[in-house]
């Protein structure tokens, strides 16, 4: 988006940003399809499943606190508001050095139950390897 231009002068951080899923109910897929049987070829009718509640990040099961946790809050409708996370960590809170790194994502509609995401080792390398030139320039 249009983040590059805020973060462009502050220190190195990673940004994580988690958006609500999109999904298409029964009832609309159903028409979809009866449209279908028409001639009719429509796009899915997808709206947001649930709203971002919070987001926690683990490095090798311990929790690593963001810098700074951004709910953003998007209005679509006079009643209807999407709620996304962007979170701010430090590139150095975890690294080659984890044994792994997971995120719990909660949902307003499911405050309790985390979905729970483990990301690549692969990636996590890549990050540390993008920020490299700013360790070594400190």
Do not use: N
């Amino acid at each position: 988006g249009a983040w590059a231009d805020y973060f462009a002068d502050r220190p190195p951080v990673l940004v994580v940003r988690v958006t609500p899923k999109m999904v298409e109910g029964f009832w609309k897929r159903l028409a979809r399809e009866a449209a279908r049987t028409q001639g009719a070829a429509l796009p899915a009718f997808k709206d947001f499943k649930t709203d971002f509640l919070r987001l926690r990040m683990f490095c090798s099961g311990e929790e690593v606190t963001p810098i700074h946790p951004f709910v953003l809050e998007h209005r679509v409708s006079e009643k209807d508001v999407i709620r996304e996370g962007l979170y701010v960590f430090d590139p150095d809170a975890f690294g080659p050095e984890c044994g792994g790194v997971t995120l719990s994502l909660y949902s307003e509609r499911a405050s309790e139950k985390a979905d729970t995401v483990t990301i690549d080792p692969k990636v996590i390398d890549q990050i540390w390897q993008d920020f490299a030139p700013w360790r070594t320039a400190r």
